[in-house]
């Protein structure tokens, strides 16, 4: 069954570092997201992406943010400068239309 | 403000007992989707209702979506300590067709 898969399962980083989140969506899929979850707190929308090109984003999208589908099967969250409050659960989704599907997440811990 | 309330936040339960789930909005929803997620795991698409007054069954688990597309329940049938998880509602409003609303969810706890 085809799933979404994210890399690493874990990330540690020094404050003010640069990291990159990489997703592989499943394959037929249009639309793309990160979300990211605080320990013990909601899933927060951070993008969308569908056509090549950002669709959505919320207020915790800043300019620190960026995403990209390099190569037609991988979706990268890139975060500059990162700071303390960064540290989550990033998850990567995928959908055709109306049916998201998850990926394991990535948990990014900055120190 | 949460454009999906969930109620209730925390749901302790003996198995064997039923459990109902709620999911409310006053905005429509063009579909509306439940999840399951386990501790540090992504969640796990259970169903997606799309029509109003549609009703799903997947096994013990019951989910409708009301007439008017604004609101939405799971109802689990004879609980079992595996149900224990945070159930999540999310749905794409008929506005933004690019970004999924999800509820803070509804954790449950089933004990044996």
């Known amino acids: 069954e085809p799933e979404v898969t994210q890399t690493p399962s874990h990330q540690v980083t020094q404050m003010g570092q640069e990291v990159i989140l990489r997703c592989v969506p499943i394959?037929?899929?249009?639309?793309f997201y990160w979300y990211r979850q605080i320990l013990g707190q909601k899933v927060e929308f951070l993008v969308s992406?569908?056509?090549?090109?950002?669709?959505?984003k919320s207020e915790i999208f800043d300019d620190r943010f960026s995403v990209e589908r390099p190569d037609g099967s991988n979706f990268t969250l890139k975060i500059r400068s990162t700071k303390l409050e960064d540290s989550a659960m990033y998850f990567c989704?995928?959908?055709?239309?109306?049916?998201?599907?998850f990926g394991p997440g990535t948990r990014l811990t900055v120190l | 403000t949460q454009l999906l309330e969930q109620s209730p936040q925390f749901l302790s339960i003996q198995e064997g007992e039923n459990l109902t789930v709620y999911c409310n909005s006053s905005?429509?929803?063009?579909?509306l989707q439940w999840y399951r997620q386990e501790p540090g795991e992504g969640p796990v698409l259970l169903v997606t209702v799309v029509t109003g007054g549609e009703v799903k069954k997947l096994k013990r688990l019951t989910f409708q979506f009301g007439d008017a597309r604004k609101d939405s329940s799971l109802h689990i049938t004879a609980a079992q300590p595996g149900d224990t998880g945070l159930y999540l509602c999310?749905?794409?409003?008929?506005?933004?067709?690019?970004?999924?609303?999800f509820g803070a969810g509804t954790q449950v706890v089933v004990t044996p």
């Open positions: 905005s429509v929803f063009s579909s």
């Open positions: 394959s037929n899929h249009l639309y």
């Open positions: 999310a749905g794409l409003t008929t506005d933004s067709w690019g970004k999924f609303q």
């Open positions: 989704a995928s959908s055709f239309y109306n049916e998201q599907f």
């Open positions: 992406f569908y056509n090549n090109e950002i669709s959505e």
